[in-house]
């Protein structure tokens, strides 16, 4: 699983000049708002979700004008790219409301989404206050195998429809998928239903996560090394990002580990943050502490408590300290602290992972050079 955002790659220049008086400071430029945790999916891998129809979880989200307020308060604070993502967040019936009150403060707006809840009126809403892109995930290419993903019979049908809505009003569209055991074998039919519908962007991702209270089960539905291998070098746009990756960083490869140091060396708390459902900021979505309620505190307060991880230095010896796979590597944080509650020890599948990865781009390498 990927992190959840990243800025406009064709507005980064434009960013890098606006921020560069704060000569390397920290910004809140980018953020996540996680608008519920519940949706109408029961997605066999899923980290998150909580059932469409829970009360209880229901009664503790923000209410509408509590994220109106919030969202105030970090547009005041600089915010200019904003995230917002679930569970399924159309699942809110004051998703309009909320949606246009982001649009109201300036800020650029993705949305992430299963699609099947988008009717004909939420699509043009999203189409006539220039949502900068919609996010899809597709979890197979025929309906048996989304379904059995889903756990919801008609999904695959209702998603069908939520993406030609969406193409129908030139919506920004992406799809994207996550790749499990249960539906690997219909990448190329998920892959010939996105040229289906005139789309090049299409991405996904194997790594899967333990659900945020701990628990592993979506950890069976993990596809092997070899798979998640084959996915980045059978592909030949996928290998040629992690060639460029260790062109890039070459030395280090051969010679310095790169993750001595800080714990936290991502854009985490420094120029990205994420709130959940219920009020609380913290580092990122796979970061849930250390967290700050903004029920208690304003946002600018919060933002500068939850940079005190940038701060942070190792502690702890881990193979990481002398491992040269570098950029290779996904290890980060979030993953220790989902297998070992600290920051630190690394993902033992991660890290096995992504030396794996090094040696075989490295052979590769040398294979072409010969």
């Given at each position: 699983?990927?992190?959840d955002?990243?800025?406009d790659h064709?507005?980064?220049?434009?960013?890098?000049?606006?921020?560069?008086?704060?000569?390397?400071?920290?910004?809140?430029?980018?953020?996540?708002i996680?608008?519920?945790?519940?949706?109408n999916?029961t997605?066999?891998?899923?980290?998150?979700?909580?059932?469409?129809?829970?009360r209880?979880?229901k009664f503790?989200?923000?209410?509408?004008?509590?994220?109106?307020?919030?969202?105030d308060?970090?547009?005041?604070?600089?915010?200019?790219?904003?995230?917002?993502?679930?569970g399924?967040p159309?699942?809110?019936?004051?998703?309009?409301e909320?949606?246009?009150?982001?649009c109201?403060?300036?800020?650029l707006?993705?949305?992430f989404?299963n699609?099947?809840?988008?009717?004909?009126e939420?699509?043009d809403?999203?189409a006539?206050?220039?949502?900068?892109?919609?996010?899809?995930?597709?979890?197979?290419?025929?309906?048996?195998?989304?379904?059995?993903?889903?756990?919801?019979?008609?999904?695959?049908?209702?998603?069908?429809?939520?993406?030609?809505l969406?193409?129908?009003?030139?919506i920004?569209?992406?799809?994207?998928?996550?790749?499990?055991?249960?539906n690997?074998?219909e990448?190329?039919?998920?892959?010939?239903l996105?040229?289906?519908?005139?789309?090049?962007s299409?991405?996904?991702d194997?790594?899967?996560?333990?659900?945020?209270?701990?628990?592993?089960a979506p950890?069976?539905?993990q596809?092997?090394?070899?798979?998640?291998l084959?996915?980045?070098?059978?592909d030949?746009?996928?290998?040629?990002?992690?060639?460029e990756?260790?062109?890039?960083?070459?030395?280090?490869f051969k010679?310095?580990?790169?993750?001595?140091?800080?714990?936290?060396?991502?854009g985490?708390?420094?120029?990205?943050?994420?709130?959940?459902a219920y009020?609380?900021?913290c580092?990122?979505?796979?970061?849930?502490?250390?967290?700050?309620s903004l029920?208690e505190?304003?946002?600018?307060?919060?933002?500068?408590?939850v940079?005190?991880?940038?701060?942070?230095?190792?502690?702890?010896?881990?193979?990481?300290?002398?491992?040269?796979?570098?950029?290779?590597?996904?290890?980060?944080?979030?993953?220790s602290?989902?297998?070992?509650a600290?920051?630190?020890?690394?993902?033992?599948?991660?890290?096995?992972?992504?030396?794996?990865?090094?040696?075989?781009?490295?052979?590769?390498?040398?294979?072409?050079?010969?």
């Amino acid at each position: 699983m990927d992190c959840d955002f990243q800025s406009d790659h064709g507005i980064d220049e434009w960013v890098e000049m606006m921020l560069s008086p704060l000569q390397g400071g920290r910004y809140p430029l980018s953020g996540t708002i996680e608008l519920t945790e519940r949706c109408n999916f029961t997605c066999q891998h899923c980290y998150i979700n909580q059932p469409a129809g829970d009360r209880l979880v229901k009664f503790r989200e923000l209410t509408t004008g509590q994220w109106k307020d919030i969202i105030d308060q970090f547009a005041d604070a600089g915010c200019l790219f904003l995230l917002v993502t679930g569970g399924e967040p159309l699942l809110r019936p004051d998703f309009a409301e909320i949606f246009l009150h982001i649009c109201s403060r300036g800020i650029l707006t993705h949305l992430f989404s299963n699609g099947s809840l988008l009717t004909p009126e939420i699509a043009d809403l999203l189409a006539e206050n220039n949502l900068r892109s919609l996010e899809i995930t597709l979890y197979g290419g025929t309906a048996e195998t989304y379904e059995k993903v889903t756990g919801m019979k008609g999904s695959f049908e209702r998603c069908l429809r939520g993406i030609e809505l969406a193409l129908e009003r030139n919506i920004t569209l992406a799809l994207k998928a996550v790749l499990l055991t249960t539906n690997l074998h219909e990448l190329d039919e998920m892959r010939a239903l996105v040229k289906s519908f005139g789309l090049t962007s299409f991405r996904y991702d194997g790594n899967l996560w333990p659900r945020i209270d701990g628990n592993p089960a979506p950890l069976a539905y993990q596809i092997s090394f070899e798979d998640l291998l084959s996915l980045d070098f059978d592909d030949a746009e996928r290998y040629d990002k992690w060639v460029e990756t260790y062109n890039q960083f070459e030395d280090q490869f051969k010679n310095v580990p790169a993750r001595a140091g800080r714990v936290f060396s991502c854009g985490a708390a420094f120029r990205s943050f994420h709130i959940d459902a219920y009020g609380n900021l913290c580092p990122c979505g796979m970061v849930r502490c250390p967290s700050f309620s903004l029920k208690e505190s304003d946002f600018r307060t919060a933002w500068e408590a939850v940079g005190d991880i940038r701060t942070w230095k190792k502690s702890m010896h881990t193979p990481c300290d002398t491992c040269t796979a570098n950029n290779l590597c996904s290890q980060c944080p979030g993953r220790s602290f989902s297998t070992h509650a600290d920051f630190e020890t690394p993902d033992p599948f991660i890290c096995e992972l992504g030396k794996k990865r090094a040696q075989r781009v490295i052979l590769q390498i040398q294979h072409e050079s010969i």
